[in-house]
């Protein structure tokens, strides 16, 4: 299975999106996206009733899968570097709750 990093998919929702698409608007199907997760979230709870015979956990991952797109699309619209950003933010995190691990030293463990 080919490997996707935040990186590429960066670059190419760089590429895909470029200038001509207005940051309001992908954060507009952000919102939309998240939205489609609580609905899913609440049909598995059993508070909203199943619309459909489908797959719900087929549909989570693709709606998260859209999740990420859109954040992702956001980040390279902007010329943002979640890479950096991501392992930085861990790296603190790690420190403040006192993790034995944090992202960077678990991604060379499983070299």
Do not use: C, W
Request: charge should be negative; hydrophobic fraction near 40%.
């Amino acid at each position: 299975m080919t490997q996707v990093t935040v990186a590429i998919l960066e670059d190419y929702l760089r590429h895909r999106y470029g200038a001509g698409m207005p940051e309001q608007a992908l954060f507009m199907k952000l919102v939309e996206e998240i939205g489609e997760v609580a609905e899913l979230l609440n049909q598995r709870a059993g508070r909203k009733d199943i619309v459909a015979e489908t797959d719900l956990s087929e549909r989570l991952a693709e709606e998260l899968a859209d999740i990420l797109h859109y954040t992702l699309a956001l980040a390279a619209v902007n010329q943002l570097d979640l890479t950096k950003t991501i392992l930085e933010k861990d790296r603190q995190a790690s420190v403040k709750y006192g993790h034995q691990t944090n992202l960077e030293t678990f991604m060379e463990q499983r070299r």
